[in-house]
Nanobody
Framework: QVQLVESGGGLVQAGGSLRLSCAAS????????MGWFRQAPGEEREFVAT????????YYAESVKGRFTISRDNAKNTVYLQMNSLKPEDTAVYYC?????????????????WGQGTQVTVSS
């Protein structure tokens, strides 16, 4: 089993930026895709962005496209989410996820490993 630990959340004003990190420990093999999901109060968890094992392909939700950038450094076993031009509607707990499924399959049940989440709050 792979353990994922997120960091970097916090409180930011609208229009600001935050960078989330997710450190993975444990053994992973090729084709281990990673992603970010988020869950706002009273809402279901939703897909934000995913990235392939090599980092060469990324996939974004329409709501964050052009504002968020996912990247990974396999040498550090870390995936990042750079969030720019933040909006109040981006407020949520952000979760890191990993698994061996297809990076475009954003169904929650298809992702095996999950972090504990980090809170992001965007004030207006």
């Amino acid at each position: 089993q792979v353990q994922l630990v997120e960091s970097g959340g916090g409180l930011v004003q609208a229009g600001g930026s935050l960078r989330l990190s997710c450190a993975a420990s444990g053994r992973t093999f090729g084709n281990y895709a990673m992603g970010w999901f988020r869950q706002a109060p009273g809402e279901e968890r939703e897909f934000v962005a995913t990235i392939t094992w090599t980092g060469s392909i990324t996939y974004y939700a329409e709501s964050v496209k052009g504002r968020f950038t996912i990247s990974r450094d396999n040498a550090k076993n870390t995936v990042y989410l750079q969030m720019n031009s933040l909006k109040p509607e981006d407020t949520a707990v952000y979760y890191c996820a990993g698994g061996y499924g297809t990076y475009t399959d954003v169904r929650i049940k298809m992702w095996r490993d999950w972090g504990q989440g980090t809170q992001v709050t965007v004030s207006s």
